[in-house]
C-alpha cells in the first residue's frame, strides 16, 4: 500500500460570514453575553460576590471595555453604526482596550491587563492576560474574521503579550505563551512558546573574603606584632 510523501493539511475552519455582515443580536443575546463575561470574571477571581468585590471588578477596565463592547457591537448589528463606533472610540481612551465593534467575541471572555487589542473573530471562552492581541497586516485575506483578520476557536489562552497577526486560524484549546507572535495556523490543542531567556554572561561566585564588606576587612593595626 502506497503513503503519500506528505500527510495532507488538516482542514481550517472557514465562516462564511464576517463580523461586520452577521445579522442583528436581539437585547436579550446581548444581555446574556455581558452576564456570561461577568460570571467568567467572578469564577477567575475566586468566586466571592460581596457587594465590594463586585463593585470593584465591574469598575476593572477590562470589564468596561467588554461592556462597552457588546453594547456597541449590539448597536452596529442593529445598524447604529456610527454610534457604536463613537462608543468604541471613548472606550478606547478609558480603558485603553481597543475591541472595534466589527469584532465577533463569543461568550465568557476574560481580559487581563490593558494594553489590548482584539480583531477578527473570537470564540467561547478566550482568555488574553495582557499587553498583545490579534490583529492584521499579514496578508489581505478573508477567512471568516474579516480582511486580513485571525479566526480563533474555543477555549483559547494567550499569555502576556502574545500576538496573533493575519488571517490565520487558532484551533479550539491551543494555548499560546508569553512574547509569541503567531502568523500560521495553530491546530487544536497545541502550545504554542516563544524562545526562552537564556544568560548571557554567569555571574562570578565570589568568596567570602571577597564578599565581606570592606569595614570588616583586616588592617596592619589589628595584627598581632610578635615581641
Known amino acids: 500500500m502506497n503513503t503519500p510523501a506528505h500527510p495532507p493539511k488538516a482542514s481550517v475552519r472557514v465562516h462564511p460570514v464576517s463580523p461586520a455582515d452577521e445579522p442583528p443580536m436581539s437585547w436579550a443575546e446581548m444581555r446574556e453575553l455581558m452576564r456570561s463575561d461577568f460570571e467568567r470574571v467572578v469564577d477567575t477571581m475566586g468566586g ?46 478609558l480603558t485603553r482596550i481597543e475591541i472595534p465593534p466589527t469584532t465577533a467575541i463569543g461568550r465568557s471572555c476574560f481580559l487581563g491587563h490593558a494594553p489590548i487589542v482584539l480583531c477578527g ?67 487544536a490543542g497545541a502550545v504554542v512558546a516563544a524562545a526562552p531567556a537564556r544568560i548571557l554572561k554567569p555571574t562570578t561566585q565570589a568568596t567570602p573574603e571577597a564578599a565581606a564588606p570592606a569595614s570588616h576587612a583586616p588592617s596592619p593595626k589589628d595584627e598581632e606584632v610578635p615581641a
Open 48 to 93: 466571592q460576590r460581596s457587594l465590594g468585590r463586585v463593585l470593584y471588578w465591574s469598575l476593572l477596565p477590562s470589564r468596561q471595555a467588554l461592556l462597552w463592547y457588546r453594547l456597541g457591537r449590539y448597536l452596529f448589528l442593529r445598524g447604529w453604526r456610527n454610534t457604536s463606533w463613537l462608543i468604541f472610540l471613548a472606550a478606547t481612551y
Open 121 to 187: 473573530r473570537i470564540g467561547h471562552h478566550f482568555t488574553h492576560f495582557g499587553d498583545g492581541g490579534m490583529g492584521g497586516g499579514i496578508e489581505q485575506k478573508d477567512i471568516g474574521g474579516g480582511p486580513d483578520l485571525p479566526v480563533i476557536g474555543d477555549h483559547v489562552m494567550c499569555a502576556i503579550r502574545a500576538l496573533v497577526l493575519g488571517p490565520v486560524h487558532i484551533g479550539d484549546g491551543a494555548q499560546l505563551g508569553p512574547t509569541c507572535t503567531v502568523t500560521r495556523d495553530v491546530p
